[in-house]
């Protein structure tokens, strides 16, 4: 005992519970670690990638008229995951006033491809009613020459549209949204 009283401890270093425990621990965070960090990765990677514009250009204003749609193919640049390339989209395009308005080929019913009336030559020809100018060959679906559907059909709800910009007269498409009539 030394004299104030206090007695001296052995010191022995690191013990084996506190070897254990820090082993453990280590090896716990280090596998948290290598299972988080490529969680954090992928959830912020749509945040570090930049695109250019997210419009298109189709056209000039003065290429679509009132009386017919007129298809569009266009080409968009995509992204999916590590892919990068081209796409072929396509647009049926006609004036609404004075207004453009873009709309998609995909029937609102099960995706299908609609046609418009169109002979072979890709003419338009009206309807025998001249009411419904796109047809869906899957389940019978009709559309106006503006994508309005028949409610009498299996589409309950019009083609969906395009986002549409003119800018100095050229014609420019976005992304697709479900319109609201």
């Not at 280590?26 to 749509?46: E, K, N, R, W």
């Not at 559309?143 to 910009?165: A, C, H, M, S, W």
Request: contains cysteine; positive net charge; charged residues 20%.
């Amino acid at each position: 005992m030394r004299e104030d009283g206090v007695r001296p401890t052995k010191d022995r270093g690191l013990t084996r519970r506190q070897f254990l425990t820090y082993a453990l621990g280590g090896t716990g965070a280090f596998m948290a670690a290598s299972i988080l960090a490529p969680l954090v990765t992928f959830s912020l990677d749509p945040l570090r990638r930049t695109s250019g514009s997210r419009f298109v250009e189709i056209g000039h204003v003065n290429d679509f008229n009132e009386d017919f749609p007129k298809l569009v193919n266009f080409k968009v640049n995509r992204t999916d995951g590590w892919n990068q390339g081209e796409a072929t989209m396509t647009a049926w395009v006609i004036r609404k006033g004075g207004d453009i308005l873009a709309m998609s080929p995909r029937c609102t019913h099960l995706g299908c491809q609609v046609a418009g009336s169109v002979d072979a030559a890709g003419n338009p020809v009206p309807s025998a009613d001249g009411e419904w100018w796109f047809h869906c060959p899957c389940h019978g679906g009709r559309f106006t020459k503006y994508g309005i559907n028949d409610p009498t059909r299996p589409p309950q709800r019009p083609l969906d549209v395009y986002e549409v910009k003119v800018e100095n007269g050229k014609v420019l498409l976005g992304s697709i949204h479900q319109r609201t009539v």
